[in-house]
């Protein structure tokens, strides 16, 4: 049966560990000597009812719903110019976007730091070219974050983008110019509808890792915001209070699940459509 | 020879990124954790410890063989110190390894999970009491390691569980050429935030960052009472507004181009800075200070104590722990070995011993049953 | 393109950072091999380099073998089936990494696995598989079943409507599946240090534990030497690739221009 392999991987290596997570949820460990203590208490969840989690949660969300916003911006107008050209060019611009990605995460991040910098590489190229005066002021700032989690998830944007755009056939939209429509219009009316799969896989592929995301916001926000990837982190690492950190984990989980319900909904009416 | 002391200097200081940052920090320990509490909690020793030969010399142990796995940063050792050690057990290997270094949960998940993961580690005093608690460390026969008597008193005192290697401070630097004023204390520090507004640096280490704090408001930098750590973290978010970052890689970077003009770091990475920028002013404030101490411990499952014991006692030669510290650039508690390290760190007055600046620091320690509300107080300023 | 310049100016000061002879990297210090140097060197970086590169091929192989037998599946299932698939694929996404990979090791002691290369590419192709398959369901979305019926109206027995008609209409979602699954496994950290028990050191795990105080150009030196040869592996793949691929179809913006 060819839904095998997927099958088994799915509950092999996802469903059963998962299980173990939810599992935990309801423990307690003692953070002095480690020991945990199996039991059913709701007291992981309760006590994420608290602003400083809840907050974070929202603060999250909010980052990760403007990065894919501006992903989406950035990356159709990319995906779209790629589509059009030739099956070589197509393969060599894709590849052009991989590539800085090969060298790792961290080197990447921090060469931005270095970029942002005032007295760093921007500053002085603005300063030479006479458009900036006066400290940059970028670093550390939520645009310092937007610019590095944009950078982080554009090609998980485009690619999506560029598989479903690739597939349209020019003559559509270009029928419908001859019809007399507007080149705005066809655009919307033919173009982008038949796009859009490839727009709700890309919204989903970079808004949802994004909400767990830290590590960017930690370098390039100098450390001063708290992500509720931060609190699941300092859960794992430093409290050692695994079973907390396994319900924020299983709450966060079930409140995207049902995002990603409510979005399936709309898509397979859209689906319809199409 | 240029180009080895670029290397020296590139390769001065670690390990606090580690142990701070949660993604780029033992994640290993974190699994292994989860890992160590599924398979039934309490660590269960399965009494590994051989007999401690009773024939051997503390001085002279007999050739020893096989593998010592040792839970070290990257590198946080003499550049020769293995090698050496090699020459006089030619048996012996000794393998580093540095998942979870640094983290206490992740190594204790770690050897309660896998008794066999290492022999001995290095852990700093925060963390120590953790495992003792869960039953995981050795107790070092002091006998054996008779280099001890190199180190003073204070620092054993500070570190009893096995032999203390290294420490650092935490306190402030600034720019004298930025800023006008020369502050002496913490509360310089708080007060001049407002004025030099967004060129100010804290450390992200929550228990310096925070136990400096506290320090400052008078109570103890490792205090469990909750009103107090509450009173550091308003105060903490008091000048959040006036903070740069809360970082602790490329911490001095900013001071040194300017960027900004005040911020709490570490010694050894001030003494670093200095070197590039000689407008950078270092202070021990007079209220006090946070240091770290830490060292390396055994774990009571290894089967090669014999071994661990010889190889601390080796690495408290004053020729070998010289070489530790030429390596690492850190700030050192062996006197008798001052003689044999470098003059950039012997003569260093940021690194030197100083019986003075020694009686402010307080060393982290650990926090108990308070850690949950250290962590939260501290996500709260982070949050703010 | 800005977004071009906008995408390789790190890797500009990256690379210009790996010559750097200032370690600290607070200015210019003067040109220098030492740190590539010091970096192909170490044997540490050697290992890593090509553990990391084995892990992404393993991972993207197998990611890929699943995404493409899920996606034709999902085309003929019933509605309830592949919401059943969507929502499979959709959890292994959303749950934080730190999460899945911390269960998966949990799962792998319970059943005395051992920990390394093997696991954490089990840890790698959870997700990439997933991602994979979202891809290439979305290209098949667009793919009308016509050619392939066409096909096997014609006598085509269904190995060969796969290979001669399908994956070649597959190809590019195929080849964008591989190239982002090989890349999240290259620059995976936590899946990767939670699964490899000690025993499979990649490049992002090596360059976290580096990274201590200092971001030293011989960090960015290593980045940039990986960069490099995984580029060339890929190019060289590519190259390859199109001597091989004769029969394709055309893209319609090729139609288009005949």
């Known amino acids: ?274 | 020879m240029d180009y080895l002391k670029r290397r020296e200097v590139s390769q001065v200081l670690t390990r606090r990124e580690l142990f701070r940052r949660g993604a780029e920090v033992g994640v290993g320990g974190g699994a292994l954790a989860f890992l160590a509490a599924a398979c039934g909690g309490g660590g269960d020793t399965a009494g590994g410890t051989q007999a401690t030969g009773s024939g051997t010399s503390a001085g002279a142990p007999a050739a020893l063989s096989g593998r010592l796995d040792f839970l070290n940063y990257p590198n946080w050792i003499g550049e020769g110190e293995y090698a050496a050690f090699k020459k006089l057990h030619p048996d012996l290997t000794i393998k580093e390894d540095s998942s979870g270094a640094g983290s206490t949960s992740a190594i204790a998940t770690r050897i309660q999970a896998d008794p066999n993961a290492f022999d001995f580690l290095l852990l700093g005093k925060a963390g120590v009491p953790q495992l003792e608690a869960s039953d995981i460390l050795a107790d070092i026969d002091f006998a054996k390691v008779p280099n001890i008597k190199n180190i003073p008193d204070q620092f054993r005192e500070a570190y009893p569980w096995g032999i203390p290697t290294d420490y650092g401070k935490i306190g402030f630097a600034y720019r004298k050429d930025l800023v006008n004023e020369r502050p002496t204390t913490w509360k310089d520090f708080f007060d001049l935030a407002p004025k030099y507004s967004g060129k100010v640096i804290l450390l992200d280490v929550l228990e310096d960052t925070m136990g400096n704090t506290l320090i400052m408001l008078g109570h103890d930098g490792n205090t469990k009472v909750e009103s107090e750590i509450n009173e550091a973290r308003d105060a903490l978010i008091d000048i959040k507004p006036h903070v740069q970052a809360i970082i602790a890689t490329d911490v001095a970077k900013p001071l040194i181009n300017g960027g900004a003009v005040i911020g709490m770091d570490w010694d050894f990475d001030i003494a670093l800075a200095q070197q590039k920028q000689s407008n950078i002013e270092w202070v021990a404030p007079q209220e006090g200070l946070m240091a770290y101490i830490e060292g390396w411990v055994a774990v009571n499952t290894s089967d090669q104590l014999e071994a661990v014991h010889a190889f601390m006692n080796f690495h408290l030669q004053p020729e070998q722990y010289a070489d530790f510290v030429n390596t690492t650039g850190t700030a050192y508690l062996m006197p008798s070995a001052t003689p044999l390290i470098k003059k950039e760190i012997s003569k260093n007055p940021v690194l030197a011993f100083d019986e003075a600046t020694f009686d402010r620091v307080t060393f982290e320690a650990f926090k108990g049953e308070a850690l949950g509300t250290w962590t939260q107080a501290w996500n709260q300023v982070k949050s703010a | 393109m800005v977004v071009l310049v906008f995408l390789y100016a790190p890797i500009a000061v990256v690379v210009a950072n790996s010559f750097n002879s200032d370690a600290s990297l607070t200015s210019w210090g003067g040109m220098t091999l030492d740190w590539y140097k010091s970096a192909i060197e170490s044997e540490r970086v050697r290992t890593a380099a090509a553990t990391s590169l084995e892990i992404a091929a393993l991972s993207t192989l197998i990611s890929l073998a699943i995404a493409v037998t899920a996606g034709l599946w999902s085309r003929t299932a019933s509605r309830r089936k592949r919401q059943l698939l969507d929502a499979g694929t959709y959890m292994r996404i959303i749950l934080p990494e730190v999460v899945a990979a911390l269960a998966l090791f949990l799962l792998f002691r319970r059943i005395g696995l051992e920990l390394g290369v093997w696991a954490v590419v089990a840890g790698h192709v959870v997700f990439n598989s997933a991602y994979a398959t979202i891809i290439i369901q979305a290209r098949l979305q667009t793919l009308p079943l016509v050619y392939e019926e066409a096909a096997a109206d014609l006598g085509a027995r269904p190995r060969r409507v796969f290979r001669r008609v399908t994956l070649p209409l597959l190809a590019p979602a195929v080849a964008v599946a591989a190239l982002l699954a090989f890349t999240f496994s290259l620059d995976d950290v936590i899946t990767s240090l939670f699964l490899s028990g000690g025993n499979a050191e990649t490049i992002p795990i090596l360059l976290f534990g580096m990274a201590r105080f200092h971001i030293t150009p011989e960090l960015n030196a290593i980045g940039a030497v990986v960069m490099m040869v995984t580029t060339l592996s890929f190019a060289l793949t590519v190259v390859l690739g199109t001597l091989g691929l004769r029969t394709r179809a055309p893209t319609p913006a090729e139609k288009a221009e005949l």
């Not at chain 1, 509950?11 to 460990?29: A, H, K, N």
């Not at chain 1, 070219?129 to 989690?149: E, F, N, R």
Request: proline residues 5%; positive net charge.
């Open chain 1, 1 to 274: 049966m060819l839904i095998g392999p997927t099958a088994a991987w799915t509950l092999l290596f996802f469903l059963v560990p998962l299980g173990i997570m939810v599992v935990y949820s309801f423990g307690q460990r003692d953070v002095v000597t480690f020991k945990l203590y199996w039991g059913w208490t709701v007291q992981n969840y309760v006590d994420i009812v608290d602003s400083l989690y809840l907050n974070s949660i929202v603060r999250s969300l909010l980052l990760s719903l403007t990065a894919t916003g501006l992903c989406l911006v950035i990356g159709f107008p990319v995906a779209y110019y790629i589509s059009r050209q030739s099956r070589r060019r197509q393969n060599l611009l894709l590849l052009a976007i991989m590539v800085p990605f090969w060298t790792s995460f961290l080197v990447r991040t921090y060469a931005w730091v270095n970029l942002l910098a005032n007295q760093g590489l921007l500053q002085r190229l603005g300063e030479k070219l006479g458009v900036v005066s006066g400290a940059l002021d970028i670093l550390y700032t939520p645009t310092a974050i937007g610019i590095g989690l944009v950078y982080s998830y554009l090609p998980l944007m485009v690619f999506p983008l560029y598989v479903a755009l690739e597939r349209i056939d020019p003559a559509l939209p270009e029928a419908a110019r001859d019809l007399g429509a507007r080149r705005h219009r066809a655009f919307l009316r033919v173009t982008l509808p038949l796009a859009m799969p490839g727009v709700i896989a890309g919204c989903i592929i970079v808004g949802i890792p994004a909400t767990g995301e830290y590590v960017v916001p930690a370098i390039l926000g100098g450390g001063k915001t708290l992500m509720y990837g931060n609190v699941v982190a300092s859960q794992f690492f430093e409290v050692g209070n695994y079973p907390f950190g396994a319900a924020l984990a299983v709450s966060l989980m079930t409140l995207m699940t049902v995002v990603l319900l409510l979005s399936r909904r709309s898509t397979a009416r859209l689906e319809e459509v199409v």
